[in-house]
């Protein structure tokens, strides 16, 4: 069964190569868009640099999930208490997502980022003690990170964009 998964995501990967592979230099980006081949090449590296970052953010975030509930597990809690873990990292992130945005704006997009990653190594640094309110914290806190990863990056992308001049029209490439 599990030869299956990974056959699967193999086979999905292969595909997304491939479909890129035959688009080949056929991007999205409208002929106005582009003044020059410079700016172009700008952006090119510009897209790159954030889609990297933003990709290994998500595949942090996303790589903890499945091992969560073994961890807390084996830490001898309760279905109920794992709940309550769970309660707590999602409710944190409602809070915290109906605020970040303005925190974004006082901050600044730039410093929200790095507000994501220093609540999340902190929030991953609980996760090595077994005690019920570190874990409880740790939660908290993920639920922030998560609130932050998936605001800020994108406002951020679009500030940045702004701040260097880039077409609107190139935005939609990203």
């Known amino acids: 069964m599990d030869l299956f998964y990974v056959f699967l995501f193999v086979g ?23 003044t020059d081949v410079d700016e172009l090449k700008r952006f090119r590296v510009f897209r790159s640099n ?33 709940g309550h873990f769970f309660i707590m990292g999602f409710g944190s992130s409602m ?21 994501y990653v220093a609540t999340y190594c902190l929030s991953c640094v609980t996760k090595h003690s077994s005690r019920y309110w570190v874990l409880m914290l740790g939660r908290m806190l993920g639920g922030i990170s998560t609130s932050l990863l998936f605001s800020v990056f994108e406002s951020w992308l679009v ?11 190139l935005l939609a490439d990203t």
């Open 159 to 169: 500030a940045e964009h702004n701040r260097r001049g880039f077409s609107e029209a």
């Open 12 to 34: 999905l990967v292969l595909f997304t190569v491939l479909i890129q592979f035959r688009s080949g230099s056929e991007e999205l980006i409208p002929a106005s868009a582009v």
């Open 50 to 82: 954030y889609l990297m970052v933003f990709c290994l953010m998500m595949a942090g975030d996303w790589l903890q999930g499945p091992y969560i509930y073994a961890l807390y597990e084996h830490y001898g809690y309760t279905v109920g208490d794992i």
């Open 95 to 115: 809070v915290f997502g109906t605020i970040v945005g303005a925190l974004a704006d006082i901050i600044g997009r730039r410093n929200a980022s790095l507000a």
